[in-house]
């Protein structure tokens, strides 16, 4: 929309001149275009921040804090999106009216190697202050296994095992755990997990061992947007797999969890009507938070964004609060609605 508004804008300022340059003798039309052109850059009668489309939450609450994806939403692979990085930045100079917390599902590395992953990309502390301003569900997912007293057979990356499942008992598994691990969905790891799931299921049939679940999913998603730029495999086809074999329900800790989306929003200390997800995912991250009672959710269409995902079709008619081409016009739109106060109810 703020693109529309501004060519529309531009194309006024292009007739106008056109019609009055018709009545000039040339060196005066040429000092004259000179002139209006330098007016044009100085004044910029069109910055984006003034034409950034309004975001209104839902029963028009008041914008208090941002939810930012990461992977998709912030970069591909091991590039920024561009402007990206001065889109975080930005993000950090409403600090004083905008708490923001980046919150994950990238399960492919463990939170420090993410940190420093971004950290090579260009997203330094102005950005990015460090690593509590991101919820991984991976650090979710240990908080559970640690409170539940569950063992678990892994099919995670070994940099998640050392780092951070650092201290998780895992001998004498009583659960299987998933997240994006390529280096792991071999057939004899996949066959070992099926095997630990059907004597588990066979334990709990014959004693009571209470309700924790045997399968655990840090996430479920399908398909993540890779570094070649292409869609790959996520974890959820192997969990599925699993389920369908075993004959048992995966509990899955990350997003869309309205488990996780409720932790991330009571960390911050405010309402979860007061919060705006930003993301690429239409399933986890527009559809998830918004079930989970966010006041607002805008999908990006860079990462997953596949075309019409904001048509609700993949999520029984959910629709995103607004869909905007990147993280730079999400931000612009949430300062610019922060910094105007356009949404007044608390
Ligand atoms: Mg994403």
Do not use: W
């Amino acid at each position: 929309m703020a693109s529309r508004v501004r060519a529309t804008g531009n194309n006024f300022i292009l007739a106008s001149l056109l019609a009055t340059l018709s009545y000039l003798p040339f060196q005066l039309v040429a000092q004259f275009t000179l002139i209006v052109c330098v007016l044009l850059f100085v004044v910029d009668p069109f910055p984006t921040s003034r034409l950034a489309p309004k975001l209104i939450l839902a029963n028009n609450k008041a914008i208090k804090a941002a939810l930012i994806d990461i992977s998709g939403t912030l970069h591909i692979g091991d590039e920024a999106i561009p402007g990206a990085v001065d889109a975080c930045r930005k993000l950090f100079q409403y600090n004083h009216q905008l708490k923001v917390v980046f919150l994950t599902n990238t399960s492919k590395v463990s939170s420090e190697t993410l940190l420093h992953q971004l950290r090579d990309m260009g997203f330094d502390e102005s950005c990015i202050p460090d690593r509590d301003a991101i919820l991984t569900s991976v650090n979710a997912t240990r908080q559970y296994l640690v409170t539940n007293e569950l063992r678990p057979y892994c099919l995670v990356e070994d940099d998640l095992v050392e780092k951070d499942f650092q201290g998780v008992e895992m001998n004498d598994p009583n659960c299987v755990l998933v997240g994006l691990a390529p280096s792991k969905f071999s057939y004899d790891k996949l066959n070992g997990a099926f095997r630990l799931l059907s004597k588990l299921k066979g334990e709990l049939e014959h004693a009571d061992c209470g309700d924790k679940p045997s399968l655990i999913a840090i996430h479920r998603a399908k398909h993540y947007r890779d570094s070649d730029h292409q869609l790959s495999l996520g974890p959820g086809g192997f969990i599925t797999l699993l389920e369908q074999t075993a004959g048992v329900t995966a509990h899955v800790v990350g997003k869309p969890s309205h488990a996780f989306y409720h932790a991330a929003v009571s960390s911050l200390g405010v309402d979860p009507a007061n919060v705006v997800m930003v993301g690429d995912d239409v399933v986890g991250d527009i559809k998830g938070s918004l079930e989970a009672g966010l006041g607002g959710a805008i999908l990006v269409q860079t990462g997953k964004y596949t075309d019409g995902d904001e048509l609700g079709n993949k999520t029984d008619g959910v629709l995103p609060t607004l869909t905007l081409r990147s993280i730079v016009e999400a931000v612009d739109c949430i300062c610019f609605c922060v910094e105007k106060g356009t949404t007044s109810t608390t």
